[in-house]
């Protein structure tokens, strides 16, 4: 049986796990665009913050994070749809370190416990649901893989 129904399911679940680390402190919850949105948006609506974007551009030579907000400071927890290569996660990481919080976290419904390691040296904390052993495609972990496209993201941001 999958794990997820979907993104926002996960996102749910996550919520959970985040609430009862984070329920008393100042947070930035930032959305990886545009998966980690849906997963995001339940995060945020327990912790009672708005849910910022985290723009990242998907290049032949890795991916590109821009445009973060002010986090100086900040407890920070950055979102995404799952930690596949972990790519994503690195990057975001160094920026956002970059801008000095208080604390950086990384909630995913999946994180494979090989990618784990690697980013347990960048981030503070890591809240995952899944650890499975090995790296499988993210879309293994979900009954409906609902992807969506940056648009659609960021009109999910706007309404919430």
Known sequence: MK?????SDAGEK????????YARSPVVVLAVIPN?????????????????????????DGPIVFEVPPVTGLHVIVIDDGVETGAVARVAAQVIANLNPASLAL????????????????YDQIIAIDKPLVRRSLAWHYEDFDTMDESAALKLLAVD
Do not use: H, I, Y
């Not at 009672?48 to 974007?53: N, S």
């Not at 909630?107 to 960048?122: F, I, N, Q, W, Y």
């Open 3 to 7: 794990s997820f129904e979907n993104l």
């Open 107 to 122: 909630a995913v419904p999946v994180c494979p416990r090989e990618s784990m390691a690697d980013l347990t040296r960048r």
């Open 14 to 21: 996550l919520a959970e796990l985040v609430r009862a680390e």
């Open 36 to 60: 980690g949105v849906p997963v995001a948006l339940p995060v945020g609506r327990d912790l009672g913050v708005q849910v910022l974007a985290l723009p990242v551009l998907r290049t032949e």
